[in-house]
């Protein structure tokens, strides 16, 4: 019965690969999000979906594209990955309606 | 654009005292939220507290309280009786209200060591 769930947990890769992180939620919320956790521990948002349409895209590389197929899921496509995309990769989601996110377990994507 | 700083990087504590975190935003908007967030060695986030800017009276949830002053633009977070249970990082956010998408800035966060 978890409420936010993120697959694969960890993620380790070589430069150059293409990868994904799937994000699905069971808690009926219309709001997705990535969010990027550095080395540093400092969390910064990515994207944010509603309803399935883009909301928020902050000034992240063309080589993340997110994509909302409904409003349960939002995945996390990485083209030719970079050392410097190693990091924890946050999914999170809400009710437009309401107050606080919803984080998943993070997904910690190491670039070798 | 929203700003959130936590000047304390780190701090300890001794079981069962009390330790309050730090936190100040910057913010033009009126209507807003304020959390604070826990990261234990885990990673999960965990929501500890939250706050509604309209809201006069400051938030408790069982031992954790917030100090909000507003016109001060400060958010502190009290943890009582501390816990072992309660190391982790703690991360201060903002969010805007009312808008669909709406995302949280993040603090650079507090790593806070509770000592037995």
């Known amino acids: 019965d978890t409420a936010v769930s993120q697959t694969p947990k960890y993620l380790v890769t070589q430069m150059g690969n293409d990868k994904s992180i799937k994000c699905e939620q069971n808690?009926?919320?219309?709001?997705m999000y990535w969010y990027k956790q550095d080395s540093k521990k400092f969390l910064k948002i990515m994207f944010s979906?509603?309803?399935?349409?883009?909301?928020i895209n902050e000034t992240v590389p063309n080589r993340f594209s997110p994509k909302s197929p409904d409003k349960a899921h939002l995945n996390l496509h990485i083209n030719s990955l970079e050392l410097g995309d190693s990091a924890v990769y946050f999914c999170a989601s809400r009710i437009s309606s309401g107050g606080e996110q919803y984080f998943g377990p993070g997904t910690r994507l190491t670039v070798t | 654009a929203q700003t959130v700083t936590q000047s304390q990087p780190e701090m300890s504590v001794q079981e069962a005292e009390t330790v309050t975190l730090s936190c100040t935003y910057d913010?033009?908007?009126?209507?807003?939220?304020l959390f604070w967030y826990k990261q234990p060695p885990s990673r999960q986030m965990i929501l500890v507290i939250r706050?509604?800017?309209?809201?006069?009276q400051n938030a408790t949830e069982n031992r954790f309280s917030v100090n909000f002053q507003k016109a001060a633009k400060s958010f502190s977070l009290k943890i009582s009786d501390s816990q072992l249970g309660d190391t982790a990082m703690y991360f201060c956010a903002f969010m805007k209200q009312n808008n669909a998408g709406n995302m949280l800035t993040f603090g650079g966060g507090t790593r806070l060591m509770v000592k037995p």
């Open positions: 706050q509604e800017a309209y809201k006069q």
């Open positions: 979906y509603n309803n399935k349409e883009l909301i």
């Open positions: 913010t033009s908007e009126s209507n807003y939220y």
């Open positions: 808690l009926g919320h219309d709001t």
